[in-house]
């Protein structure tokens, strides 16, 4: 199984690619930069962009992680839909499935989150919408690690620090749904 990972820090944290190259038996590459968008994915004048248009025109792949940037799916919903429906089409036209890596709200109470002007469960609800939305219009599959995180017995646990990227245990979370979204029924 070949697998190409678009996204940013939320992608790559806590050696996340690995774990699930692991966890798949899989081959795992990884396009990301922190901070960085899809839309980034699709521009050819960007480094991201050149690798990712080359690999999806040029090389076999089983499934396509599309990962956005952290708060896009909420605060920018239109642009993060647009991206993921051209870079989802992209890959469909590759013969490779592609799969909408939701990621999670940012923690309860943390300063980002206060800064966006959103609870945490307002938060949520927008990234969840727009997670659904991208996977039904790119006729795919969702690996719903937002939802995992929201009905964990205890969220805060799967957070580093900052509020916004995975604790290692979160980054576990991310890697078992992810997997299991991609055929796999074991755990990391």
Not at 50 to 60: F, V
Not at 107 to 121: E, H, I, P, Q, V
Request: hydrophobic share 45%; proline share 5%.
């Amino acid at each position: 199984m070949r697998i190409l990972m678009l996204g940013n820090s939320l992608t790559t944290a806590h050696g996340l690619p690995d774990t699930l190259a692991r966890e798949l038996g899989a081959e795992v590459r990884v396009h990301a930069r922190g901070g960085a968008r899809l839309a980034e994915h699709l521009n050819p004048k960007t480094r991201n962009g050149a690798r990712t248009l080359a690999a999806l025109g040029r090389e076999p792949w089983d499934f396509v992680v599309l990962q956005e940037m952290s708060h896009a799916p909420a605060t920018t919903p239109d642009a993060y839909l647009t991206s993921a429906s051209r870079l989802c089409k992209l890959a469909h036209a590759a013969g490779a499935t592609p799969v909408v890596y939701a990621t999670w709200a940012y923690r309860d109470g943390c300063a980002k989150l206060r800064r966006l002007g959103m609870t945490y469960s307002q938060m949520h609800a927008a990234m969840h919408d727009a997670f659904v939305q991208a996977a039904r219009e790119g006729d795919t599959r969702l690996a719903d690690v937002c939802d995992a995180f929201f009905s964990a017995a205890d969220p805060a646990a799967l957070y580093a620090p900052d509020g916004v990227h995975p604790s290692e245990s979160g980054a576990l979370l991310a890697v078992r749904v992810l997997a299991g979204t991609m055929g796999s029924a074991g755990s990391a």
